[in-house]
């Protein structure tokens, strides 16, 4: 069987090091639409981190995320990843990204699920170039580390929801990314799936050491599965341990203070 590594300490021109974070945000701050989104945000990844970001509708998770990886420009504050301002970065292929509804698309799509990961080697090949054939091999090998290689050949729109989140995560982690980012992946995947997927993030994270930061709404879930828990409502309320976040009261404040809670989703 082929093997698929991604390793936090990959090659890069970045200059993280185990003692500098792979994503740090010094005072973020948001508007949309004349609305405070972030305010003073500082927040830190560290290599080998599995950091669950949770918070009520509305509290500027996907903006949070979205500014981290520069697709937002915060309006104040600085972003850094791998040690450079975002702003310069360039090795987006150190990066895997599944963004909200991942699998919300056309069930006739007219593509393979190998065609589906073996995208996700652009960023490496580059845009002008054919996939070589250890772009295939990294395809394969990544479609093997999720349990969906017998599904290589197989329409994208064929499969069920829980398999077609598994074959989005392949293709963010065909580059072989240090840092992997998912936006509530587990919306519209049945429990099996939810159980069998969360067991993939625990072996990418402890056996592979891929640095994780996942946001969703599943707050119990979330809490037993990461190693560290950010609480967000427009500003971080808490970033620490999961058992701190629960001997402290953390979660529980911050879902039951209404003063808190954020109507508007973004």
Same mark, same amino acid.
């Given at each position: 069987?082929?093997?698929? *590594?991604?390793?936090?300490?990959?090659?890069?021109?970045?200059?993280?090091?185990?003692?500098?974070?792979? +994503?740090?945000? *010094?005072?973020?701050?948001?508007?949309?639409?004349?609305?405070?989104?972030?305010? *003073?945000?500082?927040?830190?990844?560290?290599?080998?981190?599995?950091?669950?970001?949770?918070?009520?509708?509305?509290?500027?998770?996907?903006?949070? &995320?979205?500014?981290?990886?520069?697709?937002?420009?915060? *309006?104040?504050?600085?972003?850094?990843?791998?040690?450079?301002?975002?702003?310069?970065?360039?090795?987006?292929?150190?990066?895997?990204?599944?963004?909200?509804?991942?699998?919300?698309?056309?069930?006739?799509f007219p593509a393979s699920v190998f065609e589906v990961v073996l995208s996700g080697r652009t960023g +490496?090949?580059? &845009?002008?170039?054919?996939?070589?054939?250890?772009?295939?091999?990294?395809?394969?090998?990544?479609?093997?580390?999720?349990?969906m290689a017998e599904y290589r050949d197989r329409l994208i729109g064929r499969l069920s929801s829980g398999?077609?989140?598994?074959?989005?995560?392949?293709?963010? &982690?065909?580059?072989?990314p240090a840092l992997l980012v998912l936006d509530e992946p587990t919306v519209g995947v049945d429990v099996?799936?939810?159980?069998?997927?969360?067991?993939?993030?625990?072996?990418?994270?402890?056996?592979?050491?891929?640095?994780?930061?996942? +946001?969703?709404?599943?707050?119990?879930?979330?809490?037993?599965?990461?190693?560290?828990?950010?609480?967000?409502?427009?500003?971080?309320?808490?970033?620490?341990?999961?058992?701190?976040?629960?001997?402290?009261?953390?979660?529980?404040?911050?879902?039951?203070?209404?003063?808190?809670? +954020?109507?508007?989703?973004?």
């Amino acid at each position: 069987m082929r093997t698929f *590594e991604a390793s936090p300490t990959a090659s890069t021109a970045a200059s993280a090091t185990p003692a500098s974070p792979l +994503v740090a945000l *010094e005072h973020v701050c948001f508007r949309y639409g004349g609305e405070q989104v972030l305010h *003073e945000v500082n927040l830190e990844v560290q290599i080998g981190d599995f950091l669950g970001i949770i918070g009520p509708n509305g509290a500027g998770k996907t903006t949070l &995320l979205r500014i981290m990886l520069g697709l937002a420009r915060s *309006e104040c504050g600085h972003v850094r990843l791998f040690g450079q301002d975002v702003r310069a970065f360039r090795d987006w292929h150190q990066i895997g990204y599944v963004p909200q509804k991942a699998v919300a698309f056309e069930a006739r799509f007219p593509a393979s699920v190998f065609e589906v990961v073996l995208s996700g080697r652009t960023g +490496v090949a580059g &845009l002008a170039r054919r996939f070589s054939a250890a772009d295939r091999e990294a395809a394969l090998g990544a479609l093997e580390t999720v349990g969906m290689a017998e599904y290589r050949d197989r329409l994208i729109g064929r499969l069920s929801s829980g398999q077609q989140q598994r074959v989005f995560i392949a293709r963010a &982690l065909a580059s072989q990314p240090a840092l992997l980012v998912l936006d509530e992946p587990t919306v519209g995947v049945d429990v099996e799936a939810q159980e069998q997927f969360y067991g993939l993030l625990r072996r990418l994270n402890r056996e592979r050491g891929t640095t994780l930061v996942l +946001v969703s709404h599943d707050v119990g879930v979330i809490a037993a599965e990461v190693t560290r828990l950010a609480c967000l409502n427009r500003t971080l309320v808490f970033h620490g341990s999961p058992e701190e976040a629960i001997r402290t009261g953390a979660i529980a404040r911050m879902y039951r203070d209404d003063s808190l809670l +954020v109507t508007h989703r973004h």
